[in-house]
């Protein structure tokens, strides 16, 4: 039983440049999943009506999204649980360690642009663990690059093998459609975002393929896919799952076309959940205790009620609800009486989950991102770091009735992971790191209208934060006591130095030999 629930589990990551599609696409999947009823809930007032994965205000106002949703469906005798990302670079740290839950990887790239800066970025994170990938070419019903030259760009740029298996027949207002290499058919497009197109089984070396798309289409397409035989390899599973190959599948999703045979092919070659490192052995999702690691936490999901969520994702063997699990970093058992699934915002409370699937805890402060959770076994799940960040303001209180809810909405928001927090040890005022601009713009919005707190940010000239440790006590009290100014601590108490340009971090490693200067907090 254990086993078959694990093998029939899919969970996924879509990511993406901003504006490729990845919203689009993570829609028409939860339409083909029987979860949402009318296509393009997302941008339009229908909001109300359907559950999609935005659903943060700031995110609906600004088209973006902001927060890592996660949601679940069934299809075709699969659970799949997708967890869609935020693609806006401010919010990149929020995307790898979401890549960290997950079992294999959807990279959208959009057929016009191309291999985007971002893209790359989320590439090499696959590669360190070498996930799987499979690559959806989108908005092929806009004049798109040369197929061709994009699979040779995908290769360059991702340094990955690529193999398509469907091709595209034309783009833009000529588009006419895509071969279905892996399943031998031809699917005809007509620009609709409601209806599924249809599918002719095809010979593509009768006359019959002239019938449906001219004779110089059928032609081309035919030199086409001697050509691709010719220079692509064989498909191979085996490599897809090492993560030498990427798959390549052409479509719009918007339209909804093409996203079938993605989901199709999808979920017969994708991996089951995969064995999972800890710091103390490897952890097999087939053993038959649980195990699991918070690598997320949100606040106010729902916000008539100030409650925060831990997303643990489920490593081993079962969880129950009610049952006690040993909270590793405190050391204390704890009983969950409401865990919950995820359809968006749409939660529902669950009785049990295995391996692969994504559990929200309610957290009141409990947990903190890389907590692990098990049967009673010392276990730790690394690989959830934090960057330094490179970008400061100072926090301040801009309403002085109001101190307490700044403090606890600033507690809250740090708890996510959305930036750093960091007490100057000099002045003792807050000191708050983010990778970008957009996310000041996140906290001061939120604390607003989530803890009514109001904030102001004044500007901090600073390069970067980096840990420090050393095994020499002498120099490093010398080494606090010239930079006193600068010395912070984030909130586990480690000691942070706050270089305030590279010339002075560079003159410091120099001059302080046997001080180790950190970039992130994994050390």
């Not at 590439?123 to 799987?132: A, D, G, I, Y």
């Not at 409601?194 to 035919?222: F, M, N, S």
């Not at 996203?259 to 952890?283: D, M």
């Amino acid at each position: 039983m254990a086993n078959q629930e694990i093998e029939r589990r899919r969970t996924f990551a879509i990511i993406a440049h901003p504006d490729a599609g990845k919203t689009s696409l993570t829609e028409k999947l939860l339409l083909f999943g029987g979860q949402i009823q009318v296509a393009g809930a997302v941008k339009s007032n229908k909001i109300k009506k359907t559950a999609t994965s935005d659903w943060m205000d700031i995110e609906k106002q600004r088209g973006i999204s902001v927060t890592t949703s996660v949601m679940e469906f069934d299809y075709q005798g699969y659970k799949i649980n997708i967890l869609d990302t935020p693609g806006h670079q401010d919010f990149a740290e929020d995307t790898y360690r979401t890549l960290t839950a997950v079992d294999s990887v959807i990279i959208v790239v959009d057929g016009a642009k191309g291999v985007e800066t971002q893209t790359r970025k989320l590439m090499e994170v696959c590669r360190m663990r070498s996930t799987p990938v499979i690559i959806f070419v989108n908005k092929m019903d806009r004049e798109a690059k040369d197929p061709f030259d994009l699979l040779d760009e995908l290769e360059a740029e991702l340094a990955i093998h690529v193999r398509p298996l469907t091709w595209p027949i034309e783009s833009g207002l000529r588009f006419k459609g895509v071969y279905n290499i892996y399943e031998e058919n031809l699917n005809l497009f007509q620009p609709s975002k409601q209806v599924v197109t249809e599918k002719v089984r095809v010979d593509i070396h009768t006359e019959e393929l002239e019938r449906h798309i001219g004779a110089p289409l059928a032609e081309k397409l035919r030199d086409d896919l001697e050509l691709i035989a010719g220079v692509y390899p064989e498909f191979s599973t085996e490599e897809y799952l090492q993560g030498a190959l990427a798959p390549v599948f052409f479509g719009s999703a918007l339209n909804n076309f093409g996203v079938e045979e993605l989901l199709n092919c999808f979920v017969k070659i994708a991996p089951s959940p995969r064995p999972v490192k800890a710091e103390e052995r490897t952890v097999l999702p087939e053993e038959p205790k649980f195990t699991g690691f918070v690598f997320k936490i949100t606040a106010n999901i729902d916000p008539n009620h100030r409650s925060c969520i831990a997303f643990c994702k489920v490593c081993s063997g079962k969880f129950t609800r009610n049952t006690p699990y040993l909270h590793v970093r405190q050391g204390k058992t704890l009983r969950f009486s409401s865990p919950a699934q995820f359809m968006a915002q749409r939660k529902t409370t669950v009785e049990e989950a295995w391996a692969g699937d994504i559990i929200g805890l309610p957290d009141n402060g409990i947990f903190k991102i890389g907590d692990t959770l098990t049967e009673g076994e010392q276990l730790h799940f690394r690989g959830l770091p934090s960057f330094s960040p490179e970008l400061f303001k100072y926090i301040e209180n801009a309403d002085p009735m109001k101190q307490k809810q700044l403090a606890k909405g600033i507690d809250q928001l740090m708890d996510e992971g959305v930036a750093q927090l960091f007490i100057n040890e000099f002045n003792g005022r807050k000191l708050i790191g983010t990778v970008g601009q957009l996310q000041f713009e996140v906290i001061q919005y939120r604390l607003e209208n989530e803890y009514s707190a109001k904030c102001r940010w004044e500007p901090a000239n600073l390069y970067k934060a980096c840990w420090i440790e050393s095994g020499d006590e002498e120099e490093l009290a010398a080494f606090k006591k010239r930079k006193y100014q600068f010395m912070a601590r984030d909130r586990e108490g480690r000691e942070v130095f706050l270089a305030d340009s590279g010339y002075v971090l560079q003159m410091a490693q120099m001059d302080f030999k046997h001080i180790k200067f950190h970039f992130s907090s994994e050390f």
